[in-house]
């Protein structure tokens, strides 16, 4: 099992929908959680941490965690052309300190207008 | 400087060749971070350091990868004998904290003709 599952998509959606982005994680000792976005060649850029179950919302954007069920998700509400590019759902290696960031293979999202 | 600035930004060199990518991280981040990129791949985890030492090593490829940080800062991923599977784009980040959030560079394009 991989330590981090993304469904590589792509996911299209229409402008002004909401989009979601799913991960699931197989270290159940993960403490946080990380969303970045990656643009085509150009470097992952962080959008959303974290930490606690629930729900933690940034903007228009939404992360929710789900530690019981290894799961976390993404939602971007009034999608726009411009989020179109690949999410990156990254976990802690463990809950010790000096750990890594483990990341999926990402999800493809296009918006279209 | 105000962001993480890796060098060069491409390089070109020939199978068997040694080659050096340089990190030079944000100003006071204790923990930086080595991935690996290949086209239409996840970040493949290398290295982690924190301060100077490499408490995680465990995804450096084989023996002909290492890696160094000195005073804390800057870091040294060296490649010795590459080879064509080393192409990818090579990312470093830096956090703050311990299993932070990352903060990534815009990568070295690596190429091994």
């Known amino acids: 099992q991989k330590e981090v599952e993304q469904n590589s998509g792509p996911l299209s959606v229409p402008e002004g929908a909401i989009a979601s982005l799913n991960c699931t994680y197989s270290d159940r000792g993960s403490q946080s959680f990380f969303w970045y976005r990656q643009y085509s060649g150009k470097s992952p850029e962080l959008i959303m941490s974290?930490?606690?179950?629930g729900d933690k919302e940034d903007g228009r954007f939404t992360a929710q965690l789900n530690k019981a069920s290894q799961y976390v998700s993404l939602l971007i509400r009034d999608s726009q052309p411009s989020d179109s590019a690949t999410y990156l759902c990254a976990v802690n290696r463990g809950n010790q300190a000096g750990t890594a960031l483990i990341f999926g293979k990402g999800t493809t999202l296009s918006v279209s207008s | 400087g105000a962001g993480v600035s890796q060098s060069p930004s491409n390089k070109v060199t020939e199978k068997g060749k040694d080659v050096e990518l340089r990190c030079d991280p944000i100003?006071?981040?204790?923990?930086l971070y080595w991935y690996r990129q290949s086209l239409g791949q996840g970040l493949e985890f290398l290295i982690y350091f924190q301060g100077n030492s490499a408490p995680d090593k465990s995804g450096l490829p084989s023996d002909r990868f290492s890696a160094e940080r000195t005073g804390g800062s800057v870091s040294t991923l060296t490649i010795q004998r590459t080879q064509q599977e080393d192409s990818a784009v090579y990312l470093c980040?830096?956090?703050?904290?311990?299993?932070?959030?990352?903060?990534f560079g815009d990568g070295t394009r690596l190429s091994i003709l």
């Open positions: 980040a830096s956090s703050s904290s311990i299993g932070g959030q990352g903060h």
């Open positions: 100003s006071g981040h204790t923990a």
């Open positions: 974290i930490y606690s179950n």
